[in-house]
C-alpha cells in the first residue's frame, strides 16, 4: 500500500536507481500556492552532504507534473518528481547474491518471488522518502497554523551528537538516533478514534520511514513507572490548558491543544564500512563480506524533516476529516 | 473511523453505558468454524475481576447477530456483540462538569460539541476493546500457523509484579506496565510497504487501545544507542534464520520469518482514587476532587490479550492481501 | 465488501433468517436529533402490505445499540438492527439442492464454497436493505436541504401501474419496472472526479440494490440518438441554471445545481409463481419446479424508499467530503 | 478521488495543457511483463485520427516511471506517463468568461473557487483517460483469461455507423453512440456484495468516464418490461450455465461464469461546431458563441477502448480480492 490517508492522500512511487521517484497527492484544497522553491528548505534538510550523511549529491530539484496552475493548486492530484541522476548500480549488484543483514534485500527477495528492483535497495531505499518530504511541504499548508519541530535528541546514546559522530566514522560504524518532534499551535480536536486517534495515524506514518524502530508519545515508556496521581495532568483553564504534558499532547487518541511531543528511535545504519557475515545463496554458506558503496553514518541526522512531514501529513488529514464531518454545524 | 484493515476489516461500535458494544468484522473468509465458546478464553483474560483490576463484572458472552451458520462463517459480515447489564452512570455525572486529568472527557467534549456520551467514557471507555478482543478470535483463526503471546514484563516500573500493585493498592493510586508481544512461526513476507510496513499496521492498531503510549520493535530505542555492526543481525541460512534479533523479525518493513517482538508502554490508569486538581467548568475554578467509583489500579494487567487480539488482526489482513496480490502466481 | 463511504461510511449486515439485520453507520455527525420514529415513514414504504408485494409483515422497528444519547447522534458509530421474528425457513431449503434461477444460490455457493447461508436467500436477500434505508433516514439529516424523490414511472412496460400488477397477479408471474428519482434543492459541487463523479458514486450504490440492472442520468440512453447542439443544455445565469436538464443536473461528474434526475430498472422478482427449470446438483438433471413461498409480484413498487436512501447515503457522503476539502477557505 | 481499488489501486493524474498524464498502479502483483510495446495497440485505438474524431496527434507514448525492472514488474507502484507536446491553450482561453454548456466549465470553477486549470477542459478532459487505458494494459494482463470486447452498437441512433458520422460532419453538429461490452471466460465468483456487487464496480468505473450517461447489464432496461418466468435464465448444468443470458452474466452481484454483456450509453460531444448559447459571466448576459478548436463530431468512436479497460481494471481488483479472502481454503 502505497497511498496514505482518508482525504489528503499521499501516494509515493519510484526506486533508487529508476528513473525518477515522486508522490501523487489527492484530495488537496484548491488555492494553495506553490511554486518550486517552497521545497528548497525542506529537500535540502533530507539531503546528504554534512558530516556523518552519505556523499551521494543530487539536486533533487522538483518537477511539477500535474495539479499546479499559475502558482497554485486546481483542486486536482498534485504529482512532483525528481529524476535519479546520480545512480550507480554495480555498488549493489552482489546483494540480491549475499542479502545484506539489516536490510530489505531477503524478504524483499521473498515476498515479490525475486522480481523487486533492488537496485540501491530499490523501493526500499530512503530515497523514496524524497516524495514524503514534497508532500509534507504541502501538508505544511493546510496545516498552517501548526508549528511542526523535529530535532536530534541523542545519536549512538550521546547527547553531544559531533563526538558521537566523529567516534563513529573512526571506527567505520554506522549509529543510529534518537529525534524529538514538537508541535505547537495545533488545534484540539485532532484525530478519529477508535482506530485512527492521532497516535495511530502519526505513528503509522512514522513506522513507514526505513529505520525507525519505536515511538512513544509525551512520558512514553517512562509513563509505564510512574504513578497515576503523578502521570495526570492537571487541566488549568477552560481550553484545556494543562501544567505538565504527560500526555504528549493527546488524551483519548485525541489532540487537546497543549504542545504534542514525541520521540522515535532510529536504528544505525544497516549499510556500514564493517566486516558483517551474511549467507551466500549461491554456495549456501555464510560468509564475511565488507559493503564497499558511500553510506551514511548516521542516517538519523537526515531525518527530522522527514519526520516533520509524516506528522505535517497526519495533522492534514485530520484537519480535513475533522472540519469534513463537522462543517455542518 | 471505527473501521480497520483493507480486506479484513474490523468495525467497533458502543459505549460504556449503552445499550451493548460490538464488532462487524467484513472480508472474513468463509468456513472458519466459530461457536461462542471460542471466546470465552480471551474474554475472560480482558475481563476484571482480579487484584488490581477493577470490580466490574459483566458475563460478557457473545451473541452472534450475522454471518455465521451452522457454526461456520458464510462470507457475510459477522456481528457479535454484548449487552451492558452492569451500568452505574450516576459515577460519572460530575465528569462532564469537571473533566477528569488522563480522560477523553475534555477532548471529546470539544470535538462532539457536547453531544458525545461520556457516560462511563463513552466510546472512549476501555470498554470498546471487548470488540477488539472478540475480532482477535476469529483472526487468530485466519492466522492459525502463528503463535501469538503477549505477556506484562513489568508494571510501576518493577517486575515484581505482585509487589508492585500491592504497593499501589495501598496507596490508592494506580500504576501503568509494559507488555510484551512475540510471534512464533509467522510466515516471511507480511507487511505492505511503503506505508503500510508490518511496524505501521501493528503500530496503528495497538495505538487505537486506550492507554498505550509508546511501542517498539526488536531492540526497539536501545537500538538508537548501539552500532551497526552490532545492531545488524546475521542471516545464517536461506530461510533468513537470523543469529541476533534485534530487527524484532522485521526487515524493511516485511516480516521476516525470524520471531516478531515488540513491546508497548501502558501509562497508569487515568481514574485513581489520589485527589487530583481541575478545572470546574461551571465555575471556572481550579478545584481538588476525587474519583470514587470503581477502576483498575493497573489496567495493563488486563491488556495482553488486547495487544495479542490486535496483532492478530493485523496479522489477518496483511496475510489475505499478501495472498491476494500473489495468488496469481 | 458490506462498507461504502468515505467520511460518511455505511456497513450493513445481517440474513434474511439469521437473528437480527442491521447497519452500522460510521463518521456521522454528532449532534443530529434522532429517535426511533423518524425511521416509521420509510420503513414503512419499503414494508410488504400492498398488492403485488409479499405477505410477509415484520414489525421492522429500529433498535439502537451504539452511537445515540439523549436522543441525538454523538459522534460516534450509530448502530441501528432489527429483529428477525418472522421467518420460515423450510420454504428454502430446497434451493441449495435445485439452485434458482436468477437468484444468487449458485453464485454464492460457489464463491463462498458451500459455507453461505442460503435460508431466504441469507445476506443476498432483500432484506438486506432494511438497514440502507435506515442509513438513509440519517443520511437526509445531514443532507437536509436536498428534496430526493423516488416514484415508479412504469411496471411491466405499463404506466397504469395497477393494471400491470393486476395482470401479473392473475398470470401468477413477477413482472419489472423503472423508478425514477429526481432530487432538488442540491447544492452545486457536490462529486469527486475523476472516480468520484456524482454518477459513479449514485450507480455504485444503486446497483448495490438487488434486482436493479440498469441506471441512466438525465437524458440517458436517449443521449446517443440525439445531436450535441439538442442534448447541450444552456446556461442561463449565473447561478448555473440551466434551460433543459439533459445532464440531470451533472457536469463532469460534479452537479450544477439544477435538479438530479436519474432512472433505475428493476428486473422483474426472480421468485415467481410460474413452473421454470434448473439444474438439480444431486441428480444432475434439469428438472421442472416450483416455488412455493410468499414472494413479490413487483419487487419494484418496494424500492423507491430504498433508491432514495442510496441517493441520500451519496449526498451525506459527498457532501462531507467537499466540505472537509474545501473548509479551510 | 483520483484512486480507485482495493488491492488493484488505479491513480490518474495530469490535466490536458499540463506538462504530463500519467496513472500509478499500485497493488500490482510482481513479475507480469511488460514493455513499452505492450501498450501500442490499446492507446492506438483511443487516439483520435479517424473520421468522427478530433485532429489532435500525439505519439503518447509511455514513459516508465517506476514499478518496472528487466522487463517485468516489481511489486511496487508502477507510474507510466506521457507528456503533452501539441497544446494548444488559446483556443479554450474564454471559456472561462462563457462557460461551455455540457462541460464542467462551470461546475469546476464552482466547486474550485476559480482555480481549477480549465485548460482543454484541464483535468476533465478526456484526454485524462490516457492513464486509465494504460492501466488497463497491465489489468488485462492480470485478468488474462478473461477476453473483453467492446464496440461501438450504434451512433446517432443508427447501426450503419459510417452513415451517421458522415451525416454530423456534413451538419458541423456532434452525435453519440451506444456501445456494447462482452466478457468472455470470465470466472464465476467474481463481486464482492453487498456493495461490492459486479455491476457496482463496473459501474463506478465506467460513470467516471467523461461523456457517459447509462449503463445496462444484461437485459437491462427492457428488463422492466418482461416477465419474471421470461427473464430468469434457466440454469442448465453444473458449471452454471444458463440457456438465456438477461442476467447478463451475473447473479446477486456475483459473475455466474457465463459472458458478462453491458451496454452503456455515451452523449454526443459538447463541443459542437453547431452555435450555442451561454452566460457571459463578465456581462451577465445570455450569448451566441462558437466552439472553434478541434473536437471530435463523435466521441464515442474512441471509447470502447477505455470502457474495455475499466472492465479490465474492475475484474483485475476483484479477482486479487476474492483470491486473497479464499486464499486459505
Redesign the interface.
Known sequence: ????G??F?V?????SH?????V?I??????IPLKPEDFTADLSRRQSGSRGTTKRKEPDLP?????I?RG??????V?V?TRNSDRISSDYDDFIKI?R????D???A????G???M?G????SGR?TWGVVAAGVIARK?ADKAVINARIV????LEDIEKAVDE?VT?G??????IECRVKDLP??L???????F???V??????I?A???????????????????????????Q?T?LTN???G???????GNEVVFRV????????G??????N?ET?K?EPFTISGRHDTCI?LRMPVIVEAVTAIAIADL???????????
Open positions: 500500500m502505497n497511498t496514505f482518508q482525504i492522500r501516494s509515493v512511487f519510484g526506486e529508476g528513473p525518477a521517484i515522486g501523487v489527492d484530495g488537496c484544497p484548491a488555492g518537477e511539477f507534473l500535474s495539479g496552475w497554485r493548486t486546481t483542486g486536482a492530484p504529482t518528481i542479502p543483514p539489516g536490510h530489505a531477503m524478504t524483499a521473498k515476498k515479490y518471488s522480481f523487486a528492483d537496485r535497495s530499490g523501493h526500499f523514496i493546510i541523542s545519536v549512538g546514546g563513529a571506527t560504524d554506522s549509529i543510529g538516533g534518537i484540539a480536536g484525530g478519529e478514534p477508535f482506530f485512527n486517534s497516535e495511530s495515524v505513528s503509522h506514518l512514522v513506522f513507514a526505513p525507525i524502530k519505536g515511538i512513544e508519545f509525551g512520558a512514553g515508556f517512562a509513563a509505564a513507572s510512574m504513578r497515576g496521581s503523578e502521570h495526570n495532568d492537571p487541566i488549568i483553564n477552560e484545556g494543562t504527560n500526555a504528549g493527546i488524551n483519548g487518541g485525541i489532540t487537546n528511535a532510529v536504528k544505525p545504519t544497516s549499510s556500514t564493517a566486516e558483517q557475515r551474511s549467507i545463496l549456501g555464510i538519523a484537519l480535513l476529516i475533522d472540519r469534513g464531518i463537522n462543517s455542518l454545524r
